[in-house]
């Protein structure tokens, strides 16, 4: 079967640094998203890797390793509007999403 | 002007009703999708239609019942409702579905509740 882990929830501190893993077990790759979905809101697009190493946007890196089949989402200078849940997400070979149940971040001051 | 829209955004109904969540988007793109995210928030997709075709149906009960009049939209609609039900439902777009590096830009949700 197909299985994206990740963990239930994470608490950091603001101005810390924080680091989201995921692993995949899928039926083929086309690459893997991360989202950010704030509470009662819809995702929104944080990043795409299909070839191993980091891809760094802004405070946001992400990181692939497809041999471990293994991605992290890094988090630099956490501010407190990054309280949300990070989803990462998997494509498939039939070209499907394959999502994980998201990981809770909570920020403190 | 928002990319993907939904109406409504809260459904509350009582079980056995048929209801349908209307879904919109204006960036031109060939691919929408419905999702639903249960308690536990693992999206599940439900459908997608690539040019007015339905190309993936993930094992959902015929109760749900796709209707796309063109490709900006796709609505859904679901007959008999029950309790399980219950959850948010998303819509997403993408330019097409096998050009990997497009993501999928998400509608609001619309978030039912059966009773």
């Known amino acids: 079967g197909q299985n994206i882990d990740q963990p239930t929830e994470m608490t950091a501190t603001e101005g810390a640094i924080v680091q989201i893993n995921c692993t995949y077990q899928?039926?083929?790759?086309?690459?893997l998203f991360w989202y950010q979905q704030h509470a009662g809101e819809a995702p929104t697009f944080l990043s795409y890797n299909v070839l191993d190493g980091l891809e760094e946007k802004g405070r946001f890196s992400s990181f692939l390793s497809r041999s471990k089949g293994y991605s992290y989402l890094l988090l630099k200078e956490l501010q407190m509007k990054d309280s949300a849940s990070y989803l990462c997400?998997?494509?498939?070979?039939?070209?499907?999403?394959?999502w994980g149940a998201g990981t809770k971040l909570i920020i403190k001051p | 002007d928002t990319a993907v829209s939904q109406t409504p955004k809260y459904l509350v109904t009582q079980m056995g009703n048929d209801k349908s969540i209307k879904c919109e988007q204006n960036?031109?793109?060939?691919?929408m999708y419905w999702y639903k995210q249960d308690s536990k928030k693992f999206l599940k997709i439900m459908f997608s239609?690539?040019?007015?075709?339905?190309?993936i149906n993930e094992t959902v009960p015929n109760r749900f019942s796709p209707k796309s009049p063109d490709k900006a939209h796709l609505n859904l609609h679901i007959n008999s409702l029950e309790l399980g039900d219950s959850a948010v439902y998303f819509c997403?777009?993408?330019?097409?579905?096998?050009?990997?590096?497009?993501?999928?830009?998400f509608g609001p949700g619309t978030r039912l509740t059966v009773l």
């Open positions: 239609y690539n040019n007015k075709e339905l190309i």
């Open positions: 899928t039926s083929g790759f086309n690459g």
């Open positions: 997400a998997v494509m498939d070979s039939n070209y499907q999403l394959i």
């Open positions: 960036l031109g793109h060939d691919t």
């Open positions: 997403a777009s993408s330019q097409e579905l096998a050009r990997v590096t497009d993501t999928q830009y």
